[in-house]
């Protein structure tokens, strides 16, 4: 019988296994100069910052327009002119607002209509044994 020569899980990985800390740390740390190597001469590039005197834009406000020409304004007077008023009164006599109300009360049955039912949880000996109690007492 013939075995294959295969690894079970499949073939193992050609490059060195490592760390994702030291990793990370190398590839940090890669531009930073060594301790006690620190050469002050090497300035860095020019960093852009913010203008201390912006330049000035156009106004955003719209130019003002020219007043109409001649004959192009009729100016309207009828919101300031007197007018008579237009409006209706009612025909008939005047109500309170309670006498509708009360119409519409009239037609619901007054509370006790149906009868009041006697509650569930009446005590109705204890009322009558504290009188005699009462009673006794005398």
């Not at 531009?31 to 860095?44: L, R």
């Not at 106004?59 to 008023?85: A, C, I």
Request: aromatic share 6%; glycine share 8%; charged share 25%.
């Amino acid at each position: 019988v013939l075995t294959s020569p295969r690894v079970p899980g499949g073939p193992m990985p050609k490059a060195n296994k490592g760390c994702a800390l030291t990793d990370s740390a190398v590839r940090k740390n890669r531009n930073m100069p060594d301790p006690g190597k620190y050469n002050p001469s090497t300035i860095p590039g020019h960093v852009t910052s913010l203008a201390f005197n912006p330049p000035k834009s156009t106004s955003r406000n719209p130019p003002p327009r020219l007043p109409p020409g001649p004959g192009t304004y009729q100016p309207s007077f009828d919101l300031t002119e007197s007018k008579v008023p237009a409006y209706t009164a009612s025909k008939e006599a005047s109500k309170s607002h309670l006498d509708g109300i009360q119409k519409e009360k009239a037609k619901i049955p007054a509370p006790g209509y149906v009868g009041i039912p006697d509650p569930k949880h009446m005590d109705r000996s204890g009322a009558f044994k504290h009188t005699q109690k009462l009673l006794r007492d005398r």
